[in-house]
């Protein structure tokens, strides 16, 4: 048996290594790796040696040669490439063992790997005669078939090609995504390579009989890949899309210790407070019906103090929080055992949104606030209190975060009244004015889109809303405006809508 070495990841190779000679195995290797079975004193042939080139162009040519892949590529099946192996005096090799440079991890020209992806290609697709092992994972595996008959099967064998082909797609899709996003024009790649792997595996998706999993882009990793289930029940689909949703949503508020609790990917409480304890009690108080069975997502440590508090409530399904002291932790397991305590670190950055519409595909990219609130106008005769400025963001954001049509009230750096995803801005205004009640005097209201007509904004200054923010844009603007102007309310044009369906 002969084996062909090239990995730049040398994690429990030498043990595979060492195991395959025990079976009498021969080796040949390249570069780092020949160097690395030399330091372990293990009998090999380099490359060099065996195609009588030296490497050239820093190391970037070196297995490209004919005497390699003739001895990776023969169909031993066939008399006439048995003829070509003697005539060029090539013994063919049984085991590739190969990994890639680390594009994933560092995403240059130079750690673009030529020579890796085509001897993985070259034996995978000669997988009748050729096992090839690109996964540490798989070297127990492969021992074992050896052990067991002095081969490998033919099923392991397809196995593994699988897996190559599998590696060489999302190491060229991501080398194709990253040189998409190296220009500067703005516009949306002519062809997105989407290569997913599967992360995790579901209970089911959003219903029973429905199958789920989690996914992630092939070679980057999500801020779930980072988070710990420190307590309570398996993670399901949508414990995953709304804890997502909350955790990325708290992480645009940085003003102080602050709460968001949300429900169907919807914010339904958000609060700042003194402490975490009252931001807490505060983004409850919020809508504490809506809160049951929700996710709340916590921008500091939760400590015993805030954990009884959180006792004291309704049960939430998931609890996001950068930490958890032991104690708090200890209490919350034990008196709330299904209820998922997450340690997350931040979000990354969200990059490009990506929807399924039957076979096809929406692609967008993220949405950002690209407006500053320096570039807000005040559109009114009366001009906003500067001690307003904190609900104005409050109510913005969270609305930019509700699907629509969305109107959030927020007051004394809460939200008080959420009307999400109704078919018309009227309905979702006499929403969240219902839901604040009383609250509702003197509050901020955001539209994440113009109003179509006076009516929705008559309803929120008729019930006590002293200041409206929304992108403008109407052609029924001025109505608007003067509407603004005879309830004697501050009205704001951001100039920026936030659909969100």
């Not at 004291?312 to 305590?341: E, G, H």
Request: with cysteine; proline share 4%.
């Amino acid at each position: 048996m002969r084996a062909l070495i090239s990995v730049y990841y040398k994690e429990g190779l030498i043990d595979f290594v060492n195991q395959l000679r025990a079976l009498g195995c021969e080796f040949v290797a390249s570069g780092g790796t020949s160097a690395v079975l030399a330091e372990n004193g293990i009998a090999h042939q380099s490359v060099e040696d065996l195609t009588g080139a030296a490497e050239m162009l820093d190391g970037r040519v070196k297995t490209l040669h004919p005497i390699i892949h003739g001895a990776i590529l023969a169909d031993l099946d066939k008399p006439s490439h048995l003829q070509d192996l003697a005539s060029r005096s090539i013994v063919p090799f049984d085991l590739v063992i190969c990994n890639l440079y680390p594009f994933f991890e560092r995403p240059s020209i130079e750690t673009i790997d030529v020579g890796g992806p085509t001897m993985i290609r070259a034996a995978a697709k000669n997988h009748a005669h050729v096992a090839v092992v690109v996964d540490p994972s798989d070297y127990s595996d492969v021992v074992r078939e050896i052990k067991q008959s002095g081969k490998v099967s033919d099923e392991k064998k397809k196995e593994l090609a699988l897996k190559a082909f599998q590696l060489t797609a999302r190491y060229d899709s991501a080398i194709a995504n990253w040189l998409s996003q190296t220009g500067s024009d703005g516009i949306l790649p002519e062809r997105l390579v989407l290569t997913l792997e599967k992360a995790a595996s579901l209970r089911y998706g959003e219903n029973p009989h429905q199958l789920g999993a989690r996914y992630r882009q092939a070679g980057i990793t999500t801020w779930w890949d980072d988070a710990k289930l420190l307590s309570g029940m398996e993670l399901s689909y949508l414990n995953i899309f709304d804890a997502d949703a909350a955790w990325r949503l708290l992480a645009e508020f940085e003003a102080g210790p602050a709460v968001a609790i949300v429900k169907h990917a919807n914010p339904c409480g958000f609060a700042y407070g003194e402490t975490i304890e009252d931001a807490y009690q505060r983004a409850f108080e919020s809508d504490p019906i809506s809160a049951f069975g929700g996710i709340v997502a916590v921008n500091r440590k939760v400590d015993i103090s805030l954990a009884n508090k959180i006792l004291a409530n309704p049960k939430a399904d998931v609890i996001i929080a950068p930490s958890y002291d032991s104690d708090a932790l200890d209490a919350m397991s034990k008196k709330r055992k299904n209820t998922r305590l997450i340690a997350a670190p931040a979000p990354e950055q969200s990059g490009l949104s990506v929807r399924s519409v039957g076979s096809g595909f929406l692609v967008q990219d993220s949405d950002n606030f690209k407006v500053a609130p320096r570039d807000y106008r005040v559109v009114s005769d009366k001009q906003l209190p500067s001690e307003r400025a904190l609900d104005v963001e409050i109510a913005w954001k969270l609305c930019a975060r509700t699907n629509s049509n969305a109107i959030v009230i927020a007051n004394d750096s809460m939200a008080v009244g959420v009307g999400a995803g109704q078919q018309n801005r009227l309905d979702s205004a006499r929403i969240a004015v219902e839901k604040a009640g009383e609250r509702v005097v003197g509050s901020v209201a955001a539209s994440d889109a113009f109003f179509p007509f006076r009516d929705g904004l008559d309803v929120l200054a008729d019930a006590g809303v002293g200041v409206v923010i929304s992108p403008g844009g109407s052609v029924r603007d001025q109505e608007v405006i003067d509407a603004a102007n005879e309830k004697g309310i501050v009205l704001i044009f951001t100039g920026e809508r936030h659909f969100r369906h």
